[in-house]
């Protein structure tokens, strides 16, 4: 396996990248989605969010059915082609979105968005391969934290370009992309060598099949069952939070955009940098058990919090329990084979997408129940208990994993 050296970090800079660009495409196109889907199609602003919210359902579809193909085919033909070939189909989805004269062309373009982001996997088992075992957290921390960078940066630089029209942000992500994908042509290893390289297999290159054969890896299977309550339940943030701050608060988009910078600049510090402190005087196995409990404890404060102040002071001590995803990544690739590293981060890509699906169904719920003119009880956090629900639910999980593993399995 290859090992990064010090004169050789343009891959993990373009893997970054990548990452960051990947996250800011999601968020560049959010302030202008209203007025281009109006003018394209829809009538007025509920059928737009109506038109909105099945574009976002088919996007987070593409990425559950693709993400195990996509990181099989990376396992097979190696990490440069693949993730070459997305950046380059990325590139395209958003010439596509920009010219876009229909919804039908609109929806075609987040289908072939949503496929080549489901390469996301790929760009995380790449950084797996250039690795080595007690660096994989750490490495992981570094791409959520991108992630974070690049969703907190794309809303911003998108509603700038709305400026120039609803399709300049489209132009400005498919410049990026180009960029990007000239970038890697140029610097971009291979990492799959002859001894890692597996063939492709079309039974286990879907989400179902791919799940068989990962949850086969000692350990893996339940690890996993953790990692999906965790996923939802940490994706009530993005799911109800300007809901639940414009209810509880009277919050306008000023204040929201403000806190969920505030959340993003404290996650992308915590797993960029602060989870290596954090690994170092707990290990891996015990930063994942201690965390997610924390984040449960955490998700119920936030639940009966009485003050909007209060709730954006502990914005950063909520942001502390982002350590857990990287590190639950990094248990899990040390357990998988050299040749499964694709296949694996495509299953917990499906995962993600399954979380994306779920989770605003869910908590969307569960806020308007309580917070109806009906309700008996008036408690707009109460997805956010709902949520610590099933964060102890991945507690439990996972300690049923540790009794399992028993104490060598810590690090």
């Known amino acids: 396996m290859t090992k990064p050296a010090a004169s050789a ?31 394209v199609g829809a009538s007025d602003v509920a059928k737009a969010a109506l038109w909105g919210g099945v574009l976002s359902a088919v996007y987070a579809v593409m990425q559950f059915l693709f993400s195990p193909t996509i990181g099989s085919l990376s396992d097979r033909f190696g990490r440069r082609p693949v993730l070459l070939i997305s950046t380059a ?5 958003y010439v596509i979105m920009a010219l ?32 080595a075992p007690e660096k994989k957290s750490a490495n992981f ?22 400026e120039l029209g609803p399709r300049a942000p489209f132009v400005a992500a ?18 799959v060598t002859d001894r890692t390289r597996r063939p492709f297999q079309i039974k286990r290159a879907n989400p179902f099949g791919a799940l068989k054969y990962v949850t086969a890896i000692p350990g893996v299977g339940i690890l ?34 403000i806190s ?40 119920s404060v936030i639940t009966f919090i009485g003050s909007g102040w209060l709730l954006l002071a502990l914005t950063p001590l909520s942001a502390l329990g ?13 357990r998988a084979a050299d040749n499964q590293q694709g296949e694996l981060q495509g299953v917990m890509s499906s995962i993600n997408a399954i979380g994306m699906i779920v989770a605003p169904l869910v908590f969307t719920q569960v806020f308007w129940r309580f917070t109806a003119p009906t309700t008996p009880v008036f408690l707009p956090g109460a997805p956010f208990m709902a949520a610590a629900v099933l964060m102890a639910v991945a507690g439990a999980i996972y300690a049923m994993g540790l009794r399992v593993s028993g104490p060598a399995g810590a690090r």
Not at 20 to 32: F, K
Not at 89 to 93: A, F, M, S
Not at 174 to 189: D, M, S
Not at 322 to 334: H, N
Request: glycine share 10%.
């Open 322 to 334: 982002a350590v857990v995803a990287p590190a639950l990544q990094s248990v899990m690739s040390q």
């Open 9 to 39: 970090k343009a891959p993990v800079y373009f893997i970054l990248v990548t990452v960051v660009l990947d996250a800011m495409g999601i968020g560049l196109i959010l302030p202008v989605m209203p007025d281009l889907l109006m003018e």
């Open 260 to 299: 969920l910078a505030c959340y993003g600049i404290s996650m992308a510090l915590v797993q960029g940098g602060l989870i290596r402190v954090i690994i170092a005087r707990l290990g891996e196995m015990r930063t994942v058990y201690v965390f997610l409990w924390y984040n449960a404890v955490m998700l």
């Open 224 to 257: 996993l069952a953790c990692y999906f309550f965790y996923q939802i339940a940490n994706m009530v943030y993005p799911a109800v939070w300007a809901y639940y701050t414009s209810a509880a608060f009277d919050w306008g988009p000023r204040m929201v955009g």
């Open 89 to 93: 189909v990325l590139c395209l989805d």
């Open 141 to 162: 921390g570094l791409i959520s934290a991108c992630f974070g960078i690049g969703f907190i940066l794309g809303p911003v630089l998108g509603g700038l370009l709305a």
């Open 100 to 131: 876009a004269g229909t919804l039908g062309w609109l929806l075609i373009g987040r289908i072939i968005g949503g496929i080549a982001a489901a390469t996301h996997a790929t760009a995380i088992a790449y950084m797996a391969d250039i690795s």
């Open 174 to 191: 498919a410049i990026l992309a180009g960029a990007n994908f000239l970038y890697g042509l140029l610097i971009l290893p291979e990492t």
